[in-house]
């Protein structure tokens, strides 16, 4: 039993040595989800990532909300509290994040209502958010868990 328990610990010793550790501007690629890491626990082993691919579809809120339902793996449209965190630690992670025009994702629409006719979209680029209205077409940040 004494040497059961033993290597039970090397091997639980060894999983912990062997799990990979990331600090916010990580690239994730793991199982095909890829992204850039803009939260983390303090083990560094789980956190999330935004997409590091963006949509370049303008999308209404309405429309933006239909599609968010559709994804799979994982993905969904962040919350106005979950870009807020984004676009603090955006020194960090916006190289990673540059399109092909080497600029940063523009307005991006989150789940968060500000009103029954507006919600919170927040820019990358300039750092604006606000209540827009619904009707409006902005692109779409998608984040993950991991």
């Given amino acids: 039993m004494k040497k059961l328990l033993a290597l039970a610990g090397t091997l639980f010793a060894i999983c912990n040595l062997s799990a990979q550790t990331y600090k916010v501007g990580d690239l994730y690629d793991v199982d095909g989800k890829r992204g850039v890491v803009f939260e983390i626990s303090a083990d560094g082993q789980h956190g999330k990532i935004v997409a590091d691919t963006q949509s370049s579809e303008k999308m209404t809120w309405h429309e933006a909300m239909a599609w968010g339902k559709q994804l799979k793996g994982?993905?969904?449209?962040?919350?106005?509290?979950?870009?807020?965190?984004?676009?603090?630690?955006?020194?960090?992670?916006?190289?990673?994040?540059?399109?092909?025009?080497?600029?940063?994702?523009?307005?991006?629409?989150?789940?968060?209502?500000?009103?029954?006719?507006?919600?919170?979209?927040?820019?990358?680029?300039?750092?604006?958010?606000?209540?827009?209205?619904?009707?409006?077409?902005?692109?779409?940040?998608?984040v993950s868990k991991f």
């Fill in 74 to 142: 994982g993905w969904y449209i962040p919350s106005y509290e979950e870009l807020k965190q984004l676009l603090d630690v955006r020194s960090v992670v916006g190289e990673r994040l540059k399109g092909e025009d080497g600029k940063l994702p523009n307005f991006s629409w989150t789940t968060t209502e500000f009103d029954p006719n507006s919600a919170w979209a927040v820019s990358l680029r300039t750092e604006s958010q606000g209540g827009f209205y619904k009707r409006n077409k902005f692109g779409v940040c998608i």
